[in-house]
């Protein structure tokens, strides 16, 4: 079982719509979780951050966590074709004594105009 | 404020030879991180170093070396490159203080062996 999953897509959403990407962790001992924006050949770029369970909005993007099941989640509200990119999980945990973060390889995500 | 920095943005090596990526931050940040990006896939940590003088192996350490003098630089040595080292690799760091464990990635290097 990987550390971090997330479904490769890629996810097609038309504009205006509501993308939801999906990242699961298998340490229970995990406690701070995040989403990186990756576009094509540049850097993953931080969007969003999450430390306790429930949701937390940031203009567009809502992260949520649910820790008894094991899952963050990203929401992007209204999707741009400039949304269009790779989001990357990531997850800090106790087998990495929280100093390092453990990726997931990300979900493609396409929005169409 | 130029953040992390990475240099060479691009490099073609040759099988056997050796070269050194370097990177750099401003932010006064402690912690950094060596990570390689193969395509379609995550990102893999190499090397990472918690401060000056202190490094540590991560997830694919062999055939790199790293060290950290000081707080600002963390250069990545690949000695006898080998096709299977071809990828991008991406410099990050950390603030032990604030913003816990929010890593911030320089633009990367990307390297191709043949």
């Known amino acids: 079982q990987k550390e971090v999953e997330q479904n490769s897509g890629p996810l097609s959403v038309p504009e205006g719509a509501i993308a939801s990407l999906n990242c699961t962790y298998s340490?229970?001992?995990?406690?701070?979780f995040f989403w990186y924006r990756q576009y094509s050949g540049k850097s993953p770029e931080l969007i969003m951050s999450?430390?306790?369970?429930g949701d937390k909005e940031d203009g567009r993007f809502t992260a949520q966590l649910n820790k008894a099941s094991q899952y963050v989640s990203l929401l992007i509200r209204d999707s741009q074709p400039s949304d269009s990119a790779t989001y990357l999980c990531?997850?800090?945990?106790?087998?990495?004594?929280?100093?390092?973060?453990?990726f997931g390889t990300g979900t493609r995500l396409l929005v169409s105009p | 404020n130029a953040g992390v920095t990475q240099t060479p943005k691009f490099r073609i090596l040759k099988i056997g030879q050796s070269m050194t990526l370097q990177c750099a931050q401003d932010?006064?940040?402690?912690?950094m991180y060596w990570y390689r990006q193969d395509p379609g896939m995550g990102l893999k940590l190499i090397y990472y170093?918690?401060?000056?003088?202190?490094?540590d192996k991560g997830e694919v350490p062999n055939g790199y070396n790293v060290s950290r003098s000081t707080t600002e630089d963390f250069p990545l040595r690949l000695e006898l490159a080998a096709p299977s080292q071809t990828s991008v690799y991406f410099c990050?760091?950390?603030?032990?203080?604030?913003?816990?464990?929010?890593?911030?990635f320089g633009p990367g290097t990307r390297l191709t062996v043949t």
């Open positions: 990050a760091s950390r603030d032990k203080v604030s913003g816990p464990y929010e890593q911030y």
């Open positions: 340490d229970r001992g995990s406690q701070s």
């Open positions: 999450i430390y306790s369970n």
């Open positions: 990531a997850v800090s945990n106790r087998n990495t004594g929280f100093q390092k973060l453990v």
């Open positions: 932010m006064n940040h402690n912690y």
């Open positions: 170093s918690v401060g000056a003088g202190i490094t």
